[in-house]
């Protein structure tokens, strides 16, 4: 993927599960997209993004009013959008509780921290990557890290 100054975003490549955004086309497989196409924003009247991260095989992206979009597979719930439902186009993460400051993917979750210092997590913790304690299934919604709630984090 790649951020434009003008707060778009063009992605290619793997599009297994909708990770690079385009929404659904109507061409059949979507499988690889093999040059830079414009990510599709419309349903939110083309916000202006900020920064974007890409995990394994989901994508999130935060644009200038603190505000969370994700796509891509959602096999562990990485999307945070409270279903394990794959999305083709970004849709807006609205159970975040405070404007979100930044983002980043790993493989199989999310993690983001909100301009109040608070870190969020969501997706996988079969390893633990969480943070919430001992490995588990992990979460389909965005859940505060209390352990890092002592102070605000940057």
């Not at 499988?31 to 989901?58: K, T």
């Not at 849709?91 to 969020?120: R, W």
């Amino acid at each position: 993927m790649v951020l434009c100054r003008n707060g778009e975003v063009y992605s290619w490549g793997n599009n297994d599960y909708g990770q690079c955004g385009g929404g659904n086309t109507g061409s059949g497989s979507m499988a690889v997209i093999f040059s830079p196409r414009l990510v599709n924003f419309e349903n939110y009247y083309r916000p202006n993004i900020l920064q974007i991260d890409c995990g394994s095989e989901h994508s999130a992206f935060v644009d200038d009013i603190g505000r969370l979009f994700t796509c891509g597979r959602s096999q562990h719930g990485q999307l945070g959008l409270g279903s394990f439902s794959d999305e083709q186009a970004p849709m807006y993460v609205s159970k975040v509780p405070d404007k979100v400051n930044s983002i980043a993917c790993g493989s199989f979750h999310t993690l983001m921290l909100t301009q109040k210092g608070e870190v969020y997590v969501m997706g996988s913790n079969t390893n633990g990557q969480l943070g919430t304690g001992p490995p588990s299934k992990g979460s389909p919604i965005p859940i505060l890290l209390e352990e890092l709630s002592f102070s605000k984090m940057v």
